[in-house]
């Protein structure tokens, strides 16, 4: 049974910085590419950064230079740095992986507030 858990939200003030990380179990996580997405009230849900299965990157525009996605396949650990928060980075952040479109696997998600 695939399971994703995300942790290290919470409140961080304009500016700051706060690091997400995603245990995944059930499954062989270095085989896969994972997503970060998030969702703010009332609004859909983005993808905020993804890295493949052999490291390559990519991020959204609105937080290119300030976020950073890694990976520690031994320790089945997804990560994203989040520097230089501003409040619109307010949401639930949810990791998530792929195995194939029958197969999408998500988190419960981590409330992150940027707030003074």
């Known amino acids: 049974q695939v399971q994703l858990v995300e942790s290290g939200g919470g409140l961080a003030q304009p500016g700051g910085s706060l690091r997400l990380s995603c245990a995944a179990s059930?499954?062989?996580?270095?085989?896969?590419?994972m997503n970060w997405y998030r969702q703010a009230p009332g609004k859909e849900r983005e993808l905020v950064a993804m890295i493949t299965s052999g490291g390559s990157t990519n991020y959204a525009d609105s937080v290119k230079g300030r976020f950073t996605i890694s990976r520690d396949n031994p320790n089945n650990t997804g990560y994203l740095q989040m520097n230089s928060l501003k409040p619109e980075d307010t949401a639930i952040y949810y990791c998530?992986?792929?195995?194939?479109?029958?197969?999408?696997?998500w988190g419960q998600g981590t409330q992150v507030t940027v707030s003074s």
């Open positions: 059930g499954i062989t996580f270095s085989l896969y590419g």
């Open positions: 998530n992986i792929n195995v194939d479109r029958a197969h999408r696997y």
